[in-house]
């Protein structure tokens, strides 16, 4: 096949146990395979370094604290945000719904509305339909462009003073367009709406900085990011996050409790109640020195050469259809004109090329292109020129089969 790109800038499959020689694993937008350096970090957590955190009055607790909280510290700098803004969560779902719960319980009103776009996740639509239903909100959808990116232009020409919030998706997970986040969120700012940004794509393949985007809340999830599942980030503006109630009660949220009345801990403590996943956070510590250590910047570039490779060769097989923009981050989707996805998915599978096909969780997505489902392919830092080729050589294969 040809190639977009000679230069390879990463060669990182050695760093990654569970890949073995052979395997094509193009399905990191759902989740990604952990380096050495991670699985090493989580069970020295568990091996040699385990207690609880902040309650304990001995030396191993307070050292565990130090490191959970160090953690916490590091995804700050990872994000551009300052330690106290920084809520361990389970993952971008939790997030999502602990602000959609906190900030519109306490801030949104009947006839209010919300501002989402026609390519989000599903867990970034329900927990506002669930929110907008308990208070009479409304919810209005971005269209996409031509080219399927949320069409800013438009976004511009419908938001009014009524819409109080807005929710993004950085990085969409079914086609890579990369959201101008800067942009929407002055976009949102400029009627006093609030606006969170879903960065569960986007934290793993491009350096991410809220303050320069100047967003309200910024969520992702820690195992779509060389780290741990159970582990995840809600980043929200200091004063904000001060003012919401708590999501959930429980140990360690609060300041004082007796049975008349119960006041809560500042954030990031007060969103943080009963025992939180300890080891997990020193993963995700490790999994962002690990990415680091490769740099943001180069990660991109690898996985934007990969992206063109892969669009380059699908489109010249006749009867591939590719959705997305030609500059999209790490993903690529596409159809197959009378073959179902799951069927290109399960004949891949025989050839040791590990895809996704569905809806990806983005039904709304979905009908927006005509399409029932998609097959999805999605690199990770392990990915190479090769994997292209696995695939490629395994759809010749589906053509064949489908004659
Ligand atoms: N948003 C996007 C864009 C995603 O890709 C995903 C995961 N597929 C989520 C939200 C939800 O993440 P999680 O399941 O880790 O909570």
Not at 282 to 304: F, P, Q
Request: hydrophobic fraction near 45%.
């Amino acid at each position: 096949m040809t190639t977009t790109t000679t230069e390879r800038p990463l060669d990182t499959v050695a760093d990654f146990p569970a890949i073995p020689d052979g395997w094509a694993y193009l399905d990191t937008a759902a989740t990604s395979q952990k380096p050495k350096p991670v699985i090493d970090a989580i069970t020295r957590g568990y091996d040699e370094t385990y207690a609880t955190v902040h309650r304990g009055v001995y030396q191993r607790s307070a050292d565990m604290t130090l490191a959970y909280e160090a953690a916490r510290s590091r995804v700050a700098s990872f994000i551009g945000g300052k330690p106290d803004e920084i809520v361990f969560v389970r993952g971008a779902t939790e997030g999502i719904n602990l602000v959609a719960h906190s900030w519109v319980a306490q801030q949104l009103k009947t006839g209010d509305r919300i501002l989402l776009s026609q390519l989000e996740h599903h867990s970034n639509i329900v927990p506002w339909q669930m929110a907008a239903e308990r208070v009479g909100a409304a919810i209005d959808v971005i269209p996409l462009t031509e080219d399927h990116r949320i069409d800013l232009d438009a976004m511009a020409a419908m938001i009014t003073r009524e819409h109080k919030f807005v929710a993004l998706a950085h990085v969409s997970n079914v086609l890579g367009s990369v959201l101008d986040a800067a942009r929407a969120t002055e976009i949102a700012h400029s009627v006093g709406a609030k606006i969170l940004i879903d960065g569960c794509q986007s934290v793993p393949r491009m350096a991410v900085d809220v303050a320069a985007i100047d967003c309200d809340f910024y969520v992702f999830s820690g195992h779509k990011l060389y780290g741990p599942t159970g582990i995840g980030v809600l980043w929200g503006r200091g004063e904000l996050l001060n003012q919401m109630p708590p999501y959930q009660g429980g140990g360690s949220m609060i300041d004082r409790v007796s049975f008349e009345r119960s006041t809560y801990a500042p954030a990031p403590t007060r969103f943080e109640a009963g025992t939180p996943h300890i080891v997990g956070a020193l993963g995700l510590h490790a999994a962002i020195d690990y990415v680091s250590g490769i740099g943001l910047d180069r990660i991109h570039a690898h996985e934007a050469a990969l992206v063109a490779d892969t669009r380059g060769a699908l489109s010249h097989l006749n009867s591939v259809r590719v959705f997305g923009p030609v500059d999209s981050a790490g993903i690529v989707s596409f159809a197959m004109e009378g073959v179902h996805p799951h069927d290109i998915g399960t004949i891949l599978d025989e050839s040791r090329v590990a895809i996704r096909a569905g809806h990806h969780c983005a039904q709304p997505l979905m009908a927006s292109l005509g399409v029932d489902a998609t097959a999805r392919v999605s690199f990770g830092v392990y990915n190479g020129l090769r994997d292209v080729e696995a695939l490629v050589a395994g759809m010749e294969r589906v053509k064949r089969i489908f004659g």
